[in-house]
């Protein structure tokens, strides 16, 4: 079960955000000629570029 809510909750966080850069483009593309849209565009495509998730990286072999 704790699997299950884990994966769950995983495919929320995923889906919000990609729905935040999705609005966010959709904001900028239905009024271009707007500099409030455009900052209100923007303002969702970075907390979609921050909520986005980051693959980790190896950590450094031991040395011997």
């Avoid at 769950?8 to 593309?29: C, N, P, S």
């Avoid at 409030?36 to 031991?62: H, N, S, Y």
């Amino acid at each position: 079960m704790k699997r299950l809510t884990a994966l769950a909750l995983a495919l929320v966080v995923h889906l919000l955000t990609l729905a935040f850069v999705v609005l966010g483009g959709w904001i900028i593309v239905r009024d271009p000629g707007s500099v409030l849209w455009w900052l209100l565009g923007l303002l969702c495509l970075a907390v979609g570029w921050a909520l986005r998730p980051r693959l980790g990286r190896m950590p450094p072999a031991p040395s011997r």
